[in-house]
């Protein structure tokens, strides 16, 4: 069907749907066909006007989708069967929900007859709404053919209100395939959106103009506010940022500490700060050492969540609204009233500097790697990372980011996601090349995607990094149980003869010496590559990692009393 051919006077539910994901500004969509969505995405493929994935299974469909929201700014719309597979998206529903990514999940049902009747129906799963509820932002079931696209709109809407996240939608097998009139509107609805309240914002500025050395949170809340935090840079303002909010400053700008939150020397310097003013940032427990990193004071928050208020941290003052605007408006208040501690930014510079190269050292080898990724790599890339020891102690922060959705991580620390997220990622083509760091434990959780990046040809570099082993899980075992190695080594098989099979191709770094040719051998290639690196024949870091950083709480020495 063409775009200029007219809409029928009837037509089925599940074409309806895919029109109204048309009008959604969706050009890719995800998923796996099985009997329960088959209308749905006969009517996709009939219409031709959306890219339909299929993957090899519905988690890494899910994460597909989400890699693919999250670089792009839009929904993402995934398509699952109901059942078993419904229950194999929740897992990855939970990472987009914990990512607060706006997506839409469309599962089968079976007919309505035989639902909730007990009967052991094929693909039927007792409760599966109430399951769905539990790992979405939302989930609904689609009653009658008479009210699918209003459940469906609603579903989308809510998806992309902020705080943003995944939304159900259970649709019946026969209600897809029920004939009904065409809709007279079948545009989404309007997001709701909060005014700015001028007065709170006027508020904080006259708190904020007595501070000489004030700083910046920023969290993936704040992604479409890059140039309202260009107004306050301007203005004298330092900059840190949660994982989920790299690259809102460009990571190499002299007035940010990029994502080094945690690092002792960071810590020194937040206590030279006199304000601190965090926008749309839960303040993770594993981005302030369990709630205990000691942040500068005064601290005020930002946040479309009115639920942020006085969470994890206290708050001096609290403002609900849209990051973008209400920083606009703040920057405006300041214009010209703040006077900044010259010695502020150089103290800044210093402490990153400090972190960084504390980081560095504890690379051992693989500082060389790091070198060379960064050489390779430019500045127009998606930088997406698997939860691996090589994330945790350099991925996160080492490789500057430059724009503010260009990184992409396994932020609920699910093993196994970040391959698929990549390919999302890549598909959505928003940056040159998309590159993506995992390790072998967590490859092969969803080893079969590999398949459905050859087959898209989505133009991925996957930077698998082999130690044969659930690396971090051994770390902790050598801190914590007396390095006693129980269920951490891992049978892998051998990856070349894998993506020779495949049609991938495949490279290996034995030495961090090859790691130059080998990345520019793969940037010449099309499509996605995948190199591997020997880190058994390379070598450990030189620092081991064993788990997120924990702050010890203080223990009270006992008293009399």
């Not at 205990?292 to 930002?302: F, G, M, Q, V």
């Not at 479309?304 to 703040?330: E, I, K, T, W």
């Not at 402490?351 to 060389?368: F, H, K, M, S």
Request: with cysteine; aromatic share 6%.
């Amino acid at each position: 069907m063409s775009d200029a051919a007219p809409n029928p006077v009837r037509a089925t539910v599940a074409e309806v749907i895919a029109a109204f994901i048309e009008q959604c500004q969706v050009h890719t969509v995800f998923g796996v066909i099985s009997i329960h969505n088959m209308p749905m995405l006969d009517a996709i493929h009939r219409r031709g006007r959306i890219r339909y994935v299929g993957a090899r299974g519905e988690a890494g469909a899910v994460n597909m989708a989400d890699g693919h929201a999250r670089v792009s700014g839009g929904l993402g719309v995934v398509f699952t069967s109901t059942g078993t597979a419904a229950g194999n998206a929740a897992g990855a529903l939970v990472e987009a929900l914990t990512a607060g990514t706006p997506l839409l999940h469309l599962t089968g049902q079976i007919e309505t007859p035989f639902l909730d009747r007990d009967l052991a129906y094929i693909h039927e799963a007792p409760a599966q709404l109430a399951m769905l509820q539990a790992v979405s932002k939302a989930a609904y079931r689609v009653a009658s053919a008479s009210t699918a696209l209003a459940v469906v709109r609603e579903a989308v809407r809510v998806a992309l209100t902020a705080p943003a996240g995944p939304v159900s939608v259970e649709l019946p097998i026969d209600i897809q395939a029920t004939e009904i009139d065409w809709p007279v509107d079948i545009a989404p609805a309007p997001v709701r959106t909060w005014p700015v309240d001028n007065d709170r914002v006027l508020q904080l500025a006259e708190r904020l103009v007595k501070a000489r050395r004030p700083l910046l949170w920023l969290g993936g809340g704040s992604r479409a506010a890059g140039e309202a935090v260009g107004r306050l840079l301007a203005l004298g303002f330092g900059v840190v940022t949660s994982v989920q909010g790299r690259g809102v400053v460009a990571e190499d700008h002299t007035q940010s500490l990029g994502a080094f939150n945690v690092h002792p020397a960071v810590e020194r310097f937040y206590q030279t700060c006199d304000a601190l003013l965090v926008v749309g940032s839960r303040l993770r427990g594993n981005e302030t050492l369990t709630y205990r990193l000691a942040l500068p004071t005064p601290l005020y928050r930002i946040d479309a969540n009115p639920l942020a208020d006085q969470r994890g941290y206290p708050n001096a003052l609290f403002l609900q609204g849209d990051a973008s605007a209400v920083l606009h408006q703040l920057a405006d208040a300041l214009q010209g009233r703040l006077r900044i501690d010259p010695d502020f930014l150089p103290a800044l510079a210093a402490a990153r500097a400090e972190a960084e190269a504390g980081v560095q050292a504890g690379l051992g080898p693989y500082a060389g790697l790091v070198t060379s990724l960064r050489r390779h790599a430019g500045s127009d890339f998606n930088w997406v990372r698997d939860v691996t020891i090589s994330n945790s102690t350099w991925g996160n922060r080492l490789l500057p980011l430059h724009q503010p959705r260009a990184g992409v991580h396994a932020l609920g620390g699910g093993i196994g996601q970040g391959m698929p997220m990549a390919i999302g990622a890549a598909l959505a083509g928003t940056a040159a090349r998309t590159w993506c760091l995992v390790g072998d434990g967590g490859l092969m959780l969803n080893v079969g995607e590999l398949a459905t990046a050859v087959q898209e040809r989505a133009d991925v570099v996957i930077l698998l990094m082999n130690d044969q082993a659930y690396g971090v899980i051994r770390n902790i075992q050598d801190a914590v149980y007396g390095g006693r190695h129980a269920y951490v080594e891992l049978q892998q098989p051998d990856f070349g003869q894998l993506c020779r099979s495949l049609g991938l191709p495949w490279h290996r770094i034995d030495a961090i010496e090859q790691a130059d040719a080998v990345f520019q051998a793969a940037l010449v290639e099309k499509g996605p590559v995948l190199i591997e690196v020997d880190m058994c024949g390379i070598g450990d870091f030189s620092v081991a990692f064993a788990g997120p950083p924990v702050k010890p709480a203080v223990v009270s020495e006992p008293t009399d009393e």
